[in-house]
């Protein structure tokens, strides 16, 4: 029943899913039994002549069964799941790649640190839309907005976090399997919204270190700081 779900190629995506069909069961099963209740009054108390219609206040026992009940899987679900938000949102593993994506109408912009590892440097390398990240390896977004609001969304990898001007905010994943994958923005952020798109890159270790050697500028002997850096070319 769940065969729409994108592939999952995320290490935590798994237990992600794992709530995701548990909340979805719950809802379809109350959903059939509120839908079969119904349709089951409907025929039962349909028009018969001479019936008239008779004051009910209720049942008390039954509004305390599900108001309880809700209650309780509203808790369970609540703490069962909070490990994990706690994993994916609050604490991260050390990274092994780091990245900077900046949603813009309507691009993202990618930058990677350079040969050096280090941010705002003369090596940085930046790229609208064009995300290489090697397999296995714990990458974090350091993600931030240069207009409105957007959200960096990639369904396979279950990671979907909003860009939000004026913070910088760290998502991370660790993608297990090579592919190329879609970096839609979910959230709308204005007449080019549906276009803005860019593409997951997962490489093997071997070819994200040739993309490296084919893309990024030659590592220097010392990085020269960021106010002398000569102007960045847009890409
Ligand atoms: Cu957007």
């Known amino acids: 029943m769940l065969d729409w779900l994108p592939e999952n190629v995320s290490t935590y995506g798994g237990r992600i899913d794992f709530f995701f069909y548990v909340i979805y069961y719950i809802t379809a099963g109350v959903f059939f039994l509120v839908a079969g209740a119904m349709i089951y009054f409907l025929v039962k108390y349909r028009h018969r002549e001479g019936r008239r219609a008779v004051y009910s206040h209720g049942n008390t026992t039954l509004e305390w069964i599900w108001t309880s009940a809700t209650t309780v899987a509203m808790l369970v679900l609540a703490l069962v799941s909070k490990p994990l938000w706690g994993e994916i949102k609050q604490s991260r593993p050390a990274p092994d790649v780091q990245v900077r994506v900046a949603g813009k ?38 993600l931030s907005s240069l207009d409105v609001i957007h959200s960096f969304f990639v369904p396979q990898l279950r990671l979907k976090q909003d860009a939000v001007p004026g913070h910088n905010i760290t998502a991370w994943f660790q993608a297990t399997k090579p592919g190329v994958y879609e970096i839609p923005c979910a959230e709308l952020c204005g007449f080019g919204h549906s276009g803005m798109k860019g593409t997951l890159y997962v490489d093997t270790k071997e070819d994200y270190d040739a993309w490296v050697q084919q893309t990024w500028p030659p590592a220097e002997e010392e990085a020269a700081p960021a106010d002398l850096a000569p102007a960045e070319n847009e890409q």
């Open 105 to 142: 109408q309507f691009n993202w912009q990618i930058v990677y640190p350079g040969p050096d590892a280090q941010f705002d440097t003369a090596d940085d390398y930046q790229i609208d839309n064009d995300l290489h990240v090697p397999v296995d390896a714990v990458v974090h977004v350091h």
